[in-house]
């Protein structure tokens, strides 16, 4: 069985940028959550989607914004990239909300600069 | 706010033991989770618990005291390729199961 997946594996930008991060959860989990790894810490929550609708968000600008789509896959958009913004940017999908194990995508790597 | 920590570094011996530890001081707790990531990779699964006690999955056990707020991972008869960050990470109460995670432990398994 796949596992989550994620695209693209590396992106550069510059400042002033926008990106738009993919994930496609593992099938039958209908939550998908994005979190942020800055090299040396462990992952920030960012948002938490579940049957298309926002569950979580965490404590990042209005700039972050995410989506999920009936076939449960997310999308994540960073808009006005800033250096800080640098980062590997991780999908995890669950089959609920409850305490359910997320598993984790191979990430996205992001560089801005 | 949420505070988990772990120690930043550890080094141990290729056959041996390591333990590491984990306290959490957290408003409201639902489960501890721990996740082993290496390098450039995604963080996977290792142990999830819930109640007081040992968790144990073949060299991988983790234990919990909800009371002390304290949580370890213990590694058995070590390998080279367990060289890697250990993730400590906690579910709140009524946060569904939204992860806080610590800074992670980087193990270096020498020979």
């Known amino acids: 069985d796949a596992g989550v997946t994620q695209s693209p594996t590396h992106l550069i930008k510059t400042r002033g940028q926008h990106v738009t991060l993919r994930c496609s959860p593992i099938s039958g989990h209908k939550s998908v959550s994005w979190y942020q790894q800055v090299l040396g810490q462990g992952p920030q929550f960012i948002f938490q989607?579940?049957?298309?609708?926002?569950?979580g968000r965490g404590n990042f600008p209005d700039r972050f914004s995410a989506r999920q789509f009936p076939n449960y896959s997310s999308e994540l958009n960073v808009n006005a990239l800033l250096l800080g913004d640098s980062a590997l940017y991780l999908c995890a999908s669950s089959p609920g909300l409850s305490a359910d194990t997320q598993y984790f995508g191979p990430g996205t790597r992001l560089t801005v600069l | 706010g949420q505070n988990i920590d772990q120690p930043t570094e550890m080094t141990a011996t290729e056959g041996a033991i390591v333990q590491i530890n984990c306290t959490y001081q957290t408003s409201g707790f639902n489960g501890l989770f721990w996740y082993q990531q290496h390098a450039g990779e995604a963080p996977t699964f290792l142990s999830y618990?819930?109640?007081?006690g040992l968790e144990e999955k073949g060299r991988f056990s983790s234990f919990l005291s909800r009371s002390k707020g304290y949580s370890y991972l213990l590694l058995k008869e070590l390998q080279m390729k367990d060289s890697a960050s250990y993730l400590c990470a906690v579910i709140l109460t009524g946060g569904g199961n939204k992860l806080t995670f610590g800074t992670g432990t980087q193990l270096k398994v020498e020979l």
């Open positions: 618990n819930v109640l007081d």
């Open positions: 989607y579940y049957e298309k609708e926002e569950r």
